[in-house]
């Protein structure tokens, strides 16, 4: 495995920042403490609470390149949230967003890009929720970028419902995060980051 020094942005919306987890890790803390961190990975959280592509696409240049090490292997974690169904942006806008963050993140900056899908939510219809997924899985299978689909699995899960009906709001509490947090971790993040497992290590 490579020695050189990690960096991994992670950009999104709350649930990027873990709101409502008591544990205050969230799916991110929880990724990165189940990943193998030798040499040590530098993690940079940069959530922006209620955030939606639109301004995702605006602000994560900002944020992200003034605290890149060009020496670094910088990589680029996309939490996508749900915000969009909220605000009424056409899903021909989300592709286009999307599509342009991937598209700068690797060809300008060659930032390698790893992008988590929005989760089930209780007070948006299951039907407009699938249809944000598919259009954000279709973006990331043309460009060949690792997707994790946390809609489709945690849609009907019991332990997620109950999460969020505890919660209800937005973002779930300790078990839904967990529940993030495995999606992704048996969804390629090893291989995508370069690291062995931690089972294997």
Known sequence: MSK????????????????GDA??????????ARTVN??????????YPGEDTAHLVLRWQDEVLP??????????????????????????RCRLHLADILDTAE?????????????PRRDVSEAAQHELVKVYRDVTTRRNIPFVDTFTP????????????VSGGYTPRQAG?????????????????GVPSVETS
Do not use: C
Request: aromatic share 10%; no cysteine.
């Open 38 to 47: 030798d040499p040590p990975i530098l993690s940079i959280n940069l959530a």
């Open 67 to 92: 605290r890149m090490n060009n020496d670094d292997d910088n990589r680029l974690v996309i939490g996508l949230g749900s915000h969009d169904l909220d605000r009424g942006i056409s899903m021909a």
């Open 177 to 193: 995060y967990g529940l993030m947090a495995w999606l992704i971790l048996h969804s390629g993040w090893n291989t995508w980051l």
């Open 4 to 19: 050189q020094r990690k960096t991994i942005f992670f950009i999104g919306d709350e649930l990027v920042a873990g709101f």
């Open 23 to 32: 544990r205050g890790l969230g799916w991110t803390g929880r990724i990165m």
């Open 154 to 165: 945690l849609m009907s899960h019991e332990q997620w419902n109950t999460d969020m009906a």
């Open 107 to 119: 060809q300008r900056f060659q930032l390698a890009p790893f992008v988590v899908g929005p989760p």
